[in-house]
């Protein structure tokens, strides 16, 4: 090895060489940004580089840039200021760069075909040509080709923002969120405004605050204040819109509180707010400040529901349904009770009803008799979806119903790639008012749809379709934004009808009879010797979570399948928290075994046997819906491609073989799933739920929340921890505080609507 002499350390140093070997990280992952490499120079002299760098492996040719520093233990070193990686112009490299990991949809038997048939330049010509010029190779195929060249123009364009935009704090991670939203400008972009990283939902505002001031953006500067303004605003979970005075004065908090130079003050947010409205950013409605996306939807949903509520239905006569009720009775051996057969009468006269009911009150027998009525009186016209908001709660509504259902997504096609040309558009439903649906809706769990699903779905209902939004009032309202099933109720415009007589085993049910102890706000019977509904009183988190294993321990030994068995937490952090409790029941459930393989994911660790639940996003297309459950079947490459060496989850999701990539697990944010917030139960059961209640998990105790936890449970409902909290829970019936004004809008709306039929009934007259 040659020797380089006394380097000057303050000289920048510009070097040409190869990557001879990698020596932090090992290995080096997808998102790896911060590298330490054995770089083979010129003459081969062999130099320690280490900093910012991304795409890089062994053999790749590399141009360097940065300065000499002497590491106390490993000596002379170049710390990188730039770098980059020239696009590969002979044979060898440009197959090593196709058949890499980074490349998808092309293994080595294809690299070498590819190189063969473009020549050594292959991927300028591919970069300039695009998928055109792998169509006519053999085995290629037009699926892959896209696939190649949309990564192939990743790996190169974060690259390029790394080496624009990496000193600044932006991280590869980062990088490959701008390159999908942004694509080639991700650059520009960010160069003129670095406050649109806020629009990437792992960017803070402070992270983006940290980096525009190291891009030297001023203190004052406008981009600031309107950044931090979307930024509250999409921190207020669960409101639609916000009051004009609580929002200056967290957004002020938020922009001084670091504030050296210069104290902002209101004059400088209601600037910002004037610009953000005439940009149609936001919408301020009087002293309501909304996203537009938001005040979009909550008008969209009213002015649907008042069209709905004021316009007639398909005449069928009573008499028909009366003798449809008949029928089914004796075909179905069950007498309806009169609240019941009022929601049938209903649903065939109106064009929207909600039905409500607390558990067990035959609200899904109300919806199997209509689904039954519904193709006696449509036989060949007309067709009825039944469908929920969730993946878990359409799985609910077909297992209970013997009816096929779909999640609302694929309902909406909400994201589906209709043709090859098409775009995929994850956020969108591809069914709305200009492609409206051909078929009627009964939308079951109607509590758990937020302001966007609810407009999304009402919109895409034709002038004289049908929907029955079926729920319960008094479970939690919708993870997103909105409470809709309670903003129709209040508006007292939507015609209703309330199931109240129980009939699900309440007389040998701990679990029906306690949840409506706890709905009424009566302490619920703790010592019962039934055995669906077990307490278990210990004093504090620590024994509440040693009691919770021992449950599991003994569960298994029973013969229950861990998929069976839902540890519920109220919250998140702390020892009977979901992360701990999911920690500590895995540990128990399924432990690090070396004849069980593992598959690291960033911080994430997946062994097979595991059981995971998606946490982000839907994808109609992949079937995957956010609070998807599965198990881990195996680690290994997809089946179904041959070429791809990367390896993903094969997983048994809801009795279905899917394979997880990287990617998927990474966008769909899939954890494992042992324990889960109530929150993210809504709409789904398990034969067994344990649960902790405990005091100082005072802010999350309310009665909702623990009649959610309580009708999870098919068989039996554990609760473990203190009889104190279980009262706190029940007392506490906070009304739901939700910032939204759509009962107002309906009502509004509805008036309307009346107006103008009144107007013209009496133009038609004269
Ligand atoms: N009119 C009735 N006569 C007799 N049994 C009934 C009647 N209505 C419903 N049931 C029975 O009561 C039980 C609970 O009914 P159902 O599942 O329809 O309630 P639900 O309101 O949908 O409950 P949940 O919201 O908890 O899912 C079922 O076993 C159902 O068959």
Redesign the pocket.
Same mark, same amino acid.
């Given at each position: 090895m040659a020797v380089l002499s006394s380097p000057q350390k303050t000289e920048t140093v510009r070097l040409k060489g190869t990557i001879k070997k990698i020596l932090f990280p090992r290995p080096v992952k997808p998102d790896t940004d911060f590298m330490i490499a054995i770089l083979a120079g010129p003459s081969d002299i062999e130099i320690t580089i280490k900093g910012k760098m991304c795409g890089v492996h062994e053999k790749d040719e590399l141009l360097i840039e940065g300065h000499w520093v002497n590491d106390k233990k490993h000596g002379l070193q170049i710390e990188l200021s730039g770098w980059e990686k020239p696009v590969p112009t002979t044979k060898a490299q440009a197959i090593t760069l196709l058949s890499s990991s980074i490349i998808k949809g092309c293994g080595p038997k294809t690299a070498n075909l590819i190189v063969e048939t473009l020549g050594d330049n292959a991927i300028e010509v591919i970069m300039r040509d695009g998928a055109a010029c792998l169509f006519p190779i053999k085995g290629v195929g037009k699926k892959n080709a896209t696939r190649i060249v949309e990564s192939l123009s990743e790996n190169f364009n974060v690259q390029n923002i790394i080496k624009n935009l990496g000193q600044y704090g932006v991280t590869v991670k980062m990088a490959i969120k701008l390159h999908h939203l942004y694509k080639g400008n991700a650059v520009p972009v960010i160069q003129a405004n670095p406050y649109e990283l806020t629009n990437l939902s792992m960017v803070g505002f402070d992270a983006a605050d940290s980096i525009a001031k190291k891009m030297e953006i001023s203190e004052d500067s406008s981009f600031r204040c309107q950044a931090a303004i979307l930024y509250v605003l999409r921190q207020y979970e669960g409101h639609c819109y916000t009051e004009k005075g609580d929002l200056i004065t967290d957004v002020l908090n938020l922009l001084n509180k670091r504030s050296l130079v210069k104290t902002l003050g209101k004059e400088d947010v209601e600037s910002a707010l004037y610009f953000l409205s005439k940009a149609s950013k936001i919408v301020i409605d009087f002293n309501r400040i909304y996203l537009k996306a938001l005040y979009h939807h909550e008008c969209t949903a009213a002015r649907k529901i008042a069209e709905m509520v004021t316009s007639s239905a398909v005449n069928i006569s009573k008499a028909r349904i009366a003798h449809e009720i008949v029928k089914y009775q004796t075909q179905n051996r %069950? %007498? =309806?009770?009169a609240k019941?057969q009022e929601a049938i009468y209903t649903f065939f006269s109106k064009n929207i009803m909600i039905l409500t !009911? !607390?558990?067990?009150? !035959? /609200?899904?027998?109300? %919806? /199997?008799a209509i689904a039954h009525i519904y193709r006696q009186v449509f036989p060949n016209d007309k067709e009825l979806i039944l469908c929920a908001p969730t993946g878990r709660a359409s799985q609910?509504l077909h297992k209970?119903s013997g009816f096929g259902a779909k999640t609302v997504h694929r309902v909406l096609n909400w994201g589906i790639k209709t043709t090859a040309e098409n775009e995929i558009t994850p956020d969108k439903a591809l069914k709305d008012e200009l492609n409206p649906l051909e078929e009627d809706l009964i939308v079951?769990e109607w509590s758990m749809a937020d302001i966007e699903l609810a407009s999304s779905t009402l919109r895409a209902i034709p002038k004289g379709g049908k929907v029955l939004v079926?729920g319960?009032p008094d479970q939690l309202p919708s993870v997103g934004p909105g409470a809709v099933l309670r903003d129709m109720i209040n508006s007292q415009c939507v015609h209703r009808v309330h =199931?109240d007589?129980?009939?699900?085993?309440a007389k040998n049910s701990q679990i029906?009879e306690n949840a409506y102890r706890v709905k009424e706000g009566r302490m619920i019977d703790l010592d019962s010797s039934r055995k669906d509904f077990i307490f278990i009183e210990r004093p504090d988190a620590a024994s509440t979570q040693q009691m919770i294993l021992a449950c599991v321990k003994r569960l298994l030994e029973k013969g229950y399948r861990p998929e069976d068995i839902l540890v519920l937490s109220p919250i998140k952090k702390g020892t009977a928290g979901v992360e701990a409790l999911n920690d500590a029941t895995r540990a128990l459930v399924n432990p690090a075994d070396r004849r069980k393989k593992e598959l690291a994911i960033g911080s994430k660790l997946f062994r097979v046997g595991d059981v995971i639940i998606q946490n982000q996003r839907n994808s109609v297309a992949k079937n995957l819906y956010n609070g998807t459950m599965g198990t881990i079947k195996a680690i290994c490459s997809n089946p179904d491609d041959p070429e791809s060496k990367e390896e993903g989850l094969l997983c048994d999701l809801w009795g279905e073989e899917v394979f997880l990539t990287r990617e998927d697990i990474t966008e769909f944010d899939f954890t494992t799933g042992y324990s889960i917030t109530i929150h993210k139960s809504q709409g789904g059961?398990a034969k067994v739920v344990i649960s902790p209640i405990l005091t100082n998990h005072f802010i999350m105790l309310t009665r909702n929340n623990l009649l959610t936890s309580m009708?999870r449970a098919e068989e039996m409902m554990i609760l473990v921890g203190q009889k104190k909290a279980v009262a706190m829970a029940i007392k506490n019936d906070t009304p739901n505080l939700r910032r939204t004004y759509l009962s107002e809008r309906i009502r509004k709306c509805v008036g309307e609507e009346q107006e103008k039929q009144h107007k013209g009934v009496v133009g038609s007259l004269f």
């Open positions: %069950i %007498i =309806l009770n019941q !009911g !607390g558990p067990g009150t !035959g /609200k899904t027998a109300v %919806i /199997k609910n209970t079951d079926v319960d =199931l007589e129980v009939y699900r085993q029906t059961q009708t």
